[in-house]
């Protein structure tokens, strides 16, 4: 039966070219699997076990194979060099070995639930090869547009991790299945062209991307200064500022869709592997981003300044002075903590009223005058 196996086409799962060998044989798939590997099992749709025996069958190299006709470059596209050449030994082992099949592929399977397909790729692939097939792109988290005709994905009601009844059918054969989003918009474009280039990557090897790679885009766009840790809320309230109304359709998981994840990706040694999503999602943002040169990234500590600035001092002063003005207008008396507690400034001029030349002038005058509560016999004062 082994000369029977079909030669992938291109950019297509190797789920489908189970699909279509199983046809060409006219047996189950439990025979197919058997035969040609000698376990008896029905494959899921985005794993790709026992890629060593099938490219026997097909007399390619296993690396290869695996390389181009699964999402596995996809998955492993952004962890450290040492945990990608552990999960490429475990894709190309059988048994025991090849536990860590299932952890790498679920980057993947835990945020496309379901097959899809582009109606132009089916029609073109059956003028082409006389059948369509499933393509490796149109299975990436957060993209639902083909990026070789520009249009929306079609999502069919066959999850992607069912096996019973095993999911037999061909993308031209599919009768149930809905429209993926309406608009395209340059973030999608570009999410889009992102992961299907991690995809096809040809260097079989991952491509990090640390905190410190991040932190250097923020400043390269002018979000933050230099030698500034990064405001986790300014972070966070900036993406979805960027994304509007789009923050629940990028793909993420509801939890994930408040960005509070973006300060751990940009904060020094925090050690936490994140799926190639939020990679993309992120670097999509730092792309499309204009140069603002604002700085509005730079985390400042809450409370006090440890040293009033001259700046502070002029702030307190003009309200200082409105509140005065707005008693004496109402012909009012009021005392000065209490004024100052009404600008603001009460603690701080309380604790430092030395720095505060400004607001220490007008507080003299206002003792001095027939609107303090409190009214100091000194010497009158020209207002």
């Avoid at 950019?11 to 000698?38: C, F, H, P, Q, Y």
């Avoid at 552990?86 to 592929?105: E, K, M, R």
């Avoid at 973006?262 to 020094?268: A, F, I, K, T």
Wanted: hydrophobic share 40%; charged share 20%; net charge positive.
């Amino acid at each position: 039966m082994k000369y029977l196996v079909q030669r992938p086409h291109p950019d297509e799962l190797l789920s489908s070219v189970w699909i279509r060998t199983r046809r060409r044989a006219g047996v189950g798939i439990g025979l197919v699997t058997k035969t040609i590997t000698g376990r008896k099992f029905a494959p899921s749709f985005l794993s790709y076990v026992h890629v060593r025996d099938l490219a026997m069958a097909l007399n390619v190299a296993p690396v290869d194979l695996l390389w181009r006709h699964s999402v596995f470059p996809y998955a492993t596209a952004f962890v450290e060099h040492s945990v990608f050449e552990a999960s490429l030994a475990s894709a190309l082992s059988t048994g025991h070995a090849a536990i860590g099949c299932a952890a790498t592929v679920q980057s993947v399977t835990e945020y496309v639930r379901f097959l899809q397909y582009c109606p132009s790729c089916a029609r073109e692939d059956q003028a082409n090869w006389g059948e369509s097939y499933w393509h490796r792109e149109h299975h990436l988290p957060g993209v639902w547009i083909c990026t070789r005709h520009w249009r929306q994905l079609r999502r069919t009601t066959i999850p992607v991790c069912q096996l019973r009844p095993w999911p037999d059918l061909l993308p031209s054969e599919v009768t149930a299945s809905q429209l993926l989003r309406s608009k395209i918009d340059p973030f999608v474009k570009e999410v889009a062209q992102r992961s299907c280039r991690l995809l096809a990557r040809t260097e079989i090897s991952s491509v990090p991307c640390d905190r410190t790679w991040y932190r250097d885009q923020l400043l390269t766009k002018g979000l933050r200064s230099n030698n500034h840790q990064v405001s986790a809320k300014s972070l966070a309230d900036w993406a979805c500022a960027s994304l509007g109304s789009r923050v629940t359709h990028v793909g993420l998981l509801p939890q994930d869709e408040d960005f509070h994840w973006l300060s751990l990706m940009v904060r020094p040694r925090c050690g936490i592997p994140f799926v190639p999503l939020k990679h993309v999602i992120f670097q999509s943002l730092l792309e499309l981003a204009d140069n603002a040169g604002t700085h509005r990234m730079d985390f400042v500590p809450p409370g006090m300044p440890a040293h009033p600035t001259e700046t502070d001092d002029r702030r307190y002063a003009v309200a200082f002075q409105a509140v005065i003005q707005s008693h004496r207008l109402r012909g009012e008396k009021v005392c000065v903590a209490d004024a100052l507690t009404e600008a603001g400034c009460w603690h701080q001029y309380r604790h430092a009223r030395t720095r505060f030349p400004r607001l220490c002038a007008l507080v003299t005058k206002l003792r001095e005058s027939d609107t303090s509560a409190r009214q100091v016999p000194v010497g009158k004062i020209k207002e």
